[in-house]
Antibody
Framework: QVTLKESGPGILQPSQTLSLTCTFS??????????VGWIRQPSGKGLEWLAN???????YYNPSLKNRLTISKDTSNNQAFLKITNVDTADTATYYC???????????WGQGASVTVSS | DVVLTQTPSTLSATIGQSVSISCRSS???????????LYWYLQRPGQSPQLLIY???NLGSGVPNRFSGSGSGTDFTLKISGVEAEDLGVYYC????????FGSGTKLEIK
């Protein structure tokens, strides 16, 4: 059974760096073709893709946010990470991680982690 | 950036009714290898998104066959043949041919 769970600080202040962790089970990020993606959703709004990381450590970022994002992984501990620098209130959202399999299919999603940016 | 425009933004249906949702892309989603990376997801109230359709018309694992996808190039459609109560939620199309973007969503309400 594939499961993913996001964790984060809950609340942080503008200009700080947001660090998110995706802890997963039921698959390995060292398996050929496997990936993990990060997607966020402001309350009541739509989905925004942020970044993907692949089994071979290849990384892809949303071009509009690329200079603020860093994605990484710890294969041995089944975790993926996302850092967003210099946050502001527009980064307030629920952040999801998802497994990516063949053909970029996001076939399993975490429950989401709520992040609020507020002074 | 590729923009995906979904219509309608809200849809109201009775149980058993068939409905369609359109997703129109600002660029062709056909890549040089002949693949079209267009997907459909459903987000039920209070839940995470779940995969319905991948590569335009392939049903995700465990997805009921009342869901079907079609289209090519820039125009795509999700059809639900016989809406059931559990189908309520927001439907998103997503493309992964040119980076990755989501449509703005279509909310399905049950009358």
């Amino acid at each position: 059974q594939v499961t993913l769970k996001e964790s984060g600080p809950g609340i942080l202040q503008p200009s700080q760096t947001l660090s998110l962790t995706c802890t997963f089970s039921g698959f390995s990020l060292s398996t050929y073709g496997m990936g993990v993606g990060w997607i966020r959703q402001p309350s009541g709004k739509g989905l925004e893709w942020l970044a993907n990381i692949w089994w071979d450590d290849d990384k892809y970022y949303n071009p509009s946010l690329k200079n603020r994002l860093t994605i990484s992984k710890d294969t041995s501990n089944n975790q993926a990470f996302l850092k967003i620098t210099n946050v502001d209130t527009a980064d307030t959202a629920t952040y999801y991680c998802a497994r990516i399999v063949d053909y970029y299919v996001m076939d399993a999603w975490g429950q989401g982690a709520s992040v609020t940016v507020s002074s | 950036d590729v923009v995906l425009t979904q219509t309608p933004s809200t849809l109201s249906a009775t149980i058993g009714q068939s409905v369609s949702i359109s997703c129109r892309s600002s660029q062709s989603l056909l890549d040089s290898a002949g693949n079209t990376y267009l997907y459909w997801y459903l987000q039920r109230p209070g839940q995470s998104p779940q995969l319905l359709i991948y590569l335009v018309s392939n049903l995700g694992s465990g997805v009921p066959n009342r869901f079907s996808g079609s289209g090519s190039g820039t125009d795509f459609t999700l059809k639900i043949s016989g809406v059931e109560a559990e189908d309520l939620g927001v439907y998103y199309c997503m493309q992964a041919t040119h980076a990755l973007t989501f449509g703005s969503g279509t909310k399905l309400e049950i009358k």
